[in-house]
């Protein structure tokens, strides 16, 4: 904990331990020992997976909330303690991706404040994700923000920038404030991915077609949208799946920025 009074915001790092960025960028910004405005609650996510450079020690954590204190898998029970951990604070969880383009958020509540913590970070791209379950956002509330690719440099500076943009923004930090207006989007599906080797062929965040093809095998064979969406977290990271599908919401986004104008 670092600052005076009740706690108002947390940062969780490490939810996967293999994902470092958060704690590097956390840690960049305590060796500066600035002087906080307010009470921040800083969380190591996953330190049994950190030390075993692993993602999970049982179980995906981030797959896993809101928890089981009685559960024979440790991430379970890691997850309820995280709930109570973080429970009405603005959070921020630092996390890495090796999906492009970086760095976006991942939100589950639509309400206000979620909304305008996010332009806190100062990312151009958030998208809803409810859809999917067991995330942390959706028990504790808050969003992560997929900061670069894993392992690399480039993520741990972005880290620190979202997290410094972060806490002055929500008046943690002295600095000039700046918020942005990110687009916002929605996931509503999956794009099933075949068994065998596949190369994805859209851009995450790029609106396709019905019949644009999305993937094209080793063997030549292609695959086809057959509906118009906009591809989310399409990677060659998820076994089962190529990616989400989602839509824009500017009725939101319209909603949310055009107060006060």
């Not at 009740?6 to 470092?20: D, K, L, S």
């Not at 204190?69 to 309820?80: C, I, V």
């Not at 429970?87 to 206000?112: C, I, M, Y």
Request: aromatic share 10%; proline share 5%.
């Amino acid at each position: 904990m670092k600052g005076p009074g009740e706690p108002e915001i947390g940062v969780v790092y490490c939810t996967h331990g293999n994902e470092t960025a958060g704690k590097k960028a956390v840690e960049k910004l305590l060796e500066e020992e600035p002087e906080f405005q307010k009470a921040v609650k800083f969380v190591f996510g996953n330190e049994r997976a950190f030390e075993d450079g692993e993602r999970f020690i049982d179980v995906d954590l981030n797959r896993s909330f809101p928890g089981d204190p009685e559960s024979e898998n440790y991430e379970e029970r890691l997850a309820s303690k995280l709930v109570q951990e973080l429970d009405g604070l603005k959070n921020l969880d630092l996390h890495e991706t090796v999906s492009r383009p970086v760095p976006f958020a991942l939100f589950a509540n639509q309400d206000t404040e979620t909304i305008e913590a996010l332009q806190s970070t100062g990312v151009e791209k958030a998208v809803e994700i409810s859809y999917t379950p067991g995330c942390g956002v959706n028990s504790y509330g808050g969003f992560e923000v997929e900061t670069g690719p894993r392992g690399t440099e480039e993520s741990v500076e972005m880290a620190y920038r979202v997290l410094k943009n972060f806490l002055v923004n929500q008046g943690a930090l002295e600095g000039e404030k700046d918020f942005s207006q990110p687009e916002i989007y929605s996931v509503y599906g999956e794009a099933e991915r075949p068994e065998g080797d596949w190369q994805i062929c859209v851009e995450n965040f790029g609106k396709i077609g019905q019949e644009e093809k999305i993937a094209v095998s080793e063997t030549g064979e292609e695959i086809f949208s057959r509906e118009s969406f906009v591809p989310v977290l399409f990677s060659e990271s998820y076994p089962e799946i190529f990616g989400f599908k989602a839509v824009r919401l500017e009725k939101v986004e319209e909603r949310i920025y055009s107060r006060g104008n």
